[in-house]
């Protein structure tokens, strides 16, 4: 029997939203990541303006995954884009209300909250490094605790309502 010599090419994985493991690995990679462009300024391997670079770059990676434009992660039915904005509208209430009045009409509508949740994450990220930075970047057991609590929270965040949480 004769192949037409053609290889069959296997779809690219893609990775589910609705598991809240692939959220969190997602967060905690990109927590890493920034980590280490961090690192990289302290080693002066990185400019302050590179580490920036990459850290805008992790932020519109992380954008488009939760508005459903990459086409490397399944979103959630119903609840990228508008419906997760709403939510975090919710969730992050208080910081929203606590910005400039220019700001807060920055992120009037549901998808830019997406956006502002998720620099919200990368701020606390770069909180965390700041503490970390005490010790020389050196990761404690507290600090790893910490690291842990900080993207299961915000895999809470981004999850939609009544999603299951088992061992994480």
Not at 13 to 41: G, K, Q
Not at 132 to 145: I, K, N, P, Q, Y
């Amino acid at each position: 029997m004769a192949t037409s010599g053609k290889k069959r090419e296997t779809p690219p994985e893609r990775f589910d939203l609705s598991n809240p493991r692939v959220v969190y690995a997602l967060l905690f990679h990109t927590m890493e990541r920034v980590i280490d462009a961090s690192e990289m300024v302290l080693q002066d391997r990185y400019t302050t303006k590179d580490a920036t670079d990459c850290v805008f770059a992790f932020v519109e990676n992380l954008v488009g995954i939760f508005l459903g434009e990459d086409p490397a992660y399944i979103p959630v039915k119903g609840w990228n884009g508008p419906a997760l904005g709403r939510s975090l509208r919710c969730t992050l209430a208080v910081p929203l209300m606590e910005l400039s009045d220019e700001d807060r009409e920055l992120f009037n509508d549901d998808q830019a909250v997406v956006i502002f949740a998720i620099n919200a994450f990368v701020s606390e990220v770069q909180d965390f490094i700041g503490q970390l930075a005490e010790h020389d970047l050196e990761v404690t057991e507290e600090d790893a605790r910490r690291y842990h609590e900080l993207c299961l929270k915000w895999t809470k965040r981004f999850m939609p309502p009544g999603t299951m949480f088992s061992h994480m």
